[in-house]
């Protein structure tokens, strides 16, 4: 593998601009990973459809430190006409997006990805953990059974979405679980609450009457996965919205209705399931980045 301004070669081909996953934390970034962020001349780096264990701004301060030109990109950094400036500075150098999770979980990375190819530039998608395969994961139920993915997010101008609804039926209806995740805005330190979700499908029950979602329906919900503080709590949805919660991030996983014996086990035992939480920390982060990145120097 050698590497030109124009991009790492890879299999003869120029790499312009790398869309990489950082995992849901410290213990799930890869080696991969952090290679290919060494590798960049600049980084932006995804401050605004998630959250990443412990700091993101860890991640920042080692790469800045290493002479590597990082931003800290809110929305209005990686979308609209900001992902034509993107494109064109790939065209140049090596650009990365890093992203916590997985890069294209959050769907508004696409529109990088059509706009890099549309003007001839090669993109490398690094793929990682992120809370879809963590909830399916965690949750004990059978993978093959989740249906359609949907985010719940608050009423704006007085307009109640109902497609969280709406999928939740669809999926009900085929026996399928349901992975919802809930609305965060980072710059204005929002983090949508399960009480807040499961009120607003309770609303919009309340108006259609479908029978999609009732107060004794059993929920999953997962909070800062892949955090310190990370847990399961599973109750009824008349329960759930009895509940406190803090601020964090969370996630719901409603099952169907009828489930296969060992995942009736699962979810009557899910609470006594050990949820993984981190081991590495930023020391142990910043040793293995600089380690890496000397080691390459001296290869160079």
Not at 209 to 216: A, I, N, Q, S, T
Not at 224 to 231: D, L, N, P, R
């Amino acid at each position: 593998m050698g590497q030109s301004r124009r991009g790492t070669k890879i299999e003869g081909f120029a790499i312009l601009i790398k869309l990489i996953g950082l995992g849901l934390s410290i213990d799930s970034l890869s080696l991969g990973a952090i290679l290919r962020l060494l590798a960049c001349r600049k980084v932006y780096i995804d401050t605004y459809t998630s959250i990443w264990y412990p700091s993101i701004d860890i991640i920042a301060r080692i790469l800045s430190r290493l002479g590597i030109d990082v931003v800290n990109a809110r929305r209005s950094d990686l979308e609209g006409n900001a992902i034509v400036n993107i494109v064109r500075e790939a065209l140049d150098d090596v650009i990365c997006i890093a992203v916590p999770g997985d890069p294209m979980i959050a769907t508004t990375h696409s529109a990088i990805v059509v706009e890099a190819f549309a003007r001839g530039v090669e993109v490398e998608l690094v793929p990682s953990t992120s809370i879809l395969n963590a909830a399916i994961s965690i949750s004990c139920l059978q993978a093959y059974r989740f249906g359609k993915m949907v985010t719940i997010v608050k009423p704006k101008d007085g307009i109640v979405y109902e497609t969280p609804y709406n999928v939740l039926k669809s999926n009900r209806d085929q026996g399928l679980h349901t992975v919802a995740l809930l609305e965060i805005d980072t710059e204005k330190n929002y983090y949508m609450t399960p009480k807040e979700a499961l009120e607003i499908l309770i609303d919009i029950e309340k108006k259609r009457g479908e029978k999609v979602l009732e107060e004794k329906d059993i929920v999953i919900v997962l909070e800062s996965i892949g955090f310190e503080t990370g847990k399961i709590i599973c109750g009824t949805v008349k329960e759930l919205v009895e509940r406190r919660y803090g601020k964090a991030l969370y996630t719901l996983i409603i099952p169907a209705r009828k489930l296969h014996p060992v995942e009736e086990e699962c979810i009557q035992n899910i609470t006594k399931l050990k949820v993984f939480k981190p081991i590495a920390n930023d020391a142990v982060l910043e040793l293995l980045i600089e380690a890496v990145a000397q080691r390459l120097k001296h290869k160079a």
